[in-house]
């Protein structure tokens, strides 16, 4: 019987891999680019409350919300999410 465990512990967090983190920075421009779409005013500035909220439904994270909006922390788009 094979020792899996050992492998699980060597293994990097999916967000170092730089394969992953590219593709995650792709997914994340398309999201803006729906967001825009569907949640802007007439000057293609989004309105952040509706889209936060939908992103925090989907399971993103308020600290991936953040990051997506160019802030630095989770607190700065809490107020859009409660």
């Known amino acids: 019987m094979k ?10 967090p999916v967000d170092e891999n730089p394969d992953v983190r590219k593709i995650l920075a792709r997914l994340d421009a398309v999201v803006l680019l729906l967001a825009t779409s569907q949640f ?9 409350a ?15 919300i953040a990051k997506l909006f160019g802030k630095q922390k989770a607190t700065d788009i809490s107020q859009y999410l409660y």
């Open 40 to 48: 802007s005013d007439g000057e293609a500035k989004i309105r952040i």
């Open 3 to 12: 020792n899996y465990a050992s492998k699980r512990q060597n293994r990097r």
């Open 50 to 64: 509706p889209v936060a909220k939908i992103l925090h439904r989907s399971g993103y994270t308020p600290t991936e």
